[in-house]
């Protein structure tokens, strides 16, 4: 196949920055993140049966489900366009083929497992299988064709799961969701082993880690952003009464803290990291795991958001804290994993601050949410405070993967 300049398409992409239609992309994870969000609250405040026994932890799988499914598709887009060059017209067909799938997932997430399961099944596998489809297309006979062929193959079998699933019972359709999800991550994860045409060699994989590390931060803070769109949703929605308004400026300042934390310094040099590893594309996977684990930490922080603002002086159930604390102790984990991943070691406030933010959850069952918010905001604040003196009157650290 042929790029617009007459040239066969390129391995690697010339440019490290994102390209305007990849920004378009990620637009539509703004919605699909709030979708998520209001089908989470859903279950833990609106429906009258959600709060009970399992309920809350059947519904968050459910959700989380949902989420990591999202992330495949942000993640297989995102690594094809650093690693060929988005330019050429199939690259960009492939692109608008995720964006519009990525629409679809975000539009059925509410009722994807009641009527809407078929349009967020088909969505899914379409996504993943025009993905590797398309570069066979545009690649034509040059080499490392064989890992798309793999890919394709191993998401043929999965998305029978997919499908099959949508047409069963929600309990039966979510055991057959999760297992194709678990059989893709593990065929990443053990390089697309496929019977007959073995597996890909992940040190051999050209990536413009400049690129895939912007691509990382720019997810981040598109879900840091949709913590403020629904923080902001939530209090324009209600009346403007002290304690929604309270609940509203501890949720701004959390979401601020996120942002300091996360850029001080890691965030800043993570391009920096992938490009010094020994393995760039095994550097770049493992922050792939890390960015996921720190943007559920902000999915679950934004449901606490809407429920600390929708009802902050209501006696809380224990979902409503697990969420409300949970969500910054698995966004601390992440940014522990994250911090390895750049200098090869941890801070010890990370660890701190997480059991910190355990300790109190006990007692922060029988008292009114905006409470259990403003602890999880003070906590956060004493990282951003220690992580600024560690830094002040010392040179910039520089990026030492371990990898």
Avoid: C
Wanted: charged content about 15%.
């Amino acid at each position: 196949m042929r790029a617009e300049d007459g040239k066969p398409v390129a391995t690697t992409r010339s440019s490290q920055r994102a390209t305007l239609l990849e920004l378009f992309f990620d637009l539509v994870y703004i919605f699909a993140l709030t979708r998520i969000s209001f089908r989470a609250f859903e279950d833990l405040a609106l429906n009258p049966h959600g709060t009970d026994g399992w309920e809350p932890i059947i519904g968050g799988g459910k959700t989380l489900l949902l989420l990591l499914a999202l992330w495949a598709v942000w993640q297989g887009t995102a690594w094809t366009t650093s690693r060929y060059d988005p330019r050429n017209s199939w690259l960009q067909a492939l692109v608008f083929t995720a964006l519009a799938s990525s629409m679809v997932m975000g539009v059925a997430i509410p009722r994807a497992f009641t009527e809407a399961g078929m349009a967020f099944a088909v969505a899914y596998v379409v996504a993943q299988v025009s993905r590797p489809g398309i570069l066979l297309l545009a690649l034509g006979r040059q080499h490392r064709r064989q890992l798309k062929l793999r890919m394709l193959i191993t998401f043929s079998v999965t998305g029978t799961l997919w499908i099959a699933g949508a047409l069963l019972p929600t309990g039966t359709r979510v055991m057959l969701w999760a297992s194709a999800l678990a059989l893709e991550y593990l065929a990443s994860r053990s390089d697309w082993p496929v019977p007959g045409l073995g597996r890909s060699t992940i040190s051999r994989w050209d990536i413009a880690g400049e690129h895939l590390a912007e691509r990382y931060q720019q997810f981040f803070l598109i879900a840091l952003g949709e913590t403020v769109l629904v923080a902001g949703l939530a209090y324009s929605g209600g009346p403007y009464d002290p304690a929604p308004t309270a609940a509203f400026a501890v949720a701004v300042v959390t979401s601020v803290l996120y942002w300091r934390i996360y850029v001080q310094r890691a965030g800043l040099i993570l391009a920096e990291a992938v490009t010094r590893s020994r393995h760039p594309a095994a550097t770049g996977r493992s922050a792939a795991d890390t960015h996921l684990l720190m943007v559920v930490g902000l999915v679950a922080t934004a449901i606490g958001y809407e429920l600390t603002i929708t009802y902050p002086l209501r006696d809380p159930e224990a979902a409503w804290v697990a969420m409300i604390m949970g969500g910054p102790v698995v966004f601390l984990a992440g940014r522990a994993r994250f911090e390895y991943e750049v200098f090869g070691r941890v801070s010890p406030s990370r660890w701190v601050a997480a059991g910190v933010l355990l300790a109190p959850v006990p007692w922060l069952v029988h008292v009114p949410p905006l409470l259990s918010a403003t602890v999880a905001a003070v906590v956060l604040g004493g990282v951003a405070v220690v992580d600024a003196r560690r830094s002040r009157g010392k040179p910039p650290e520089e990026a030492a993967p371990p990898m």
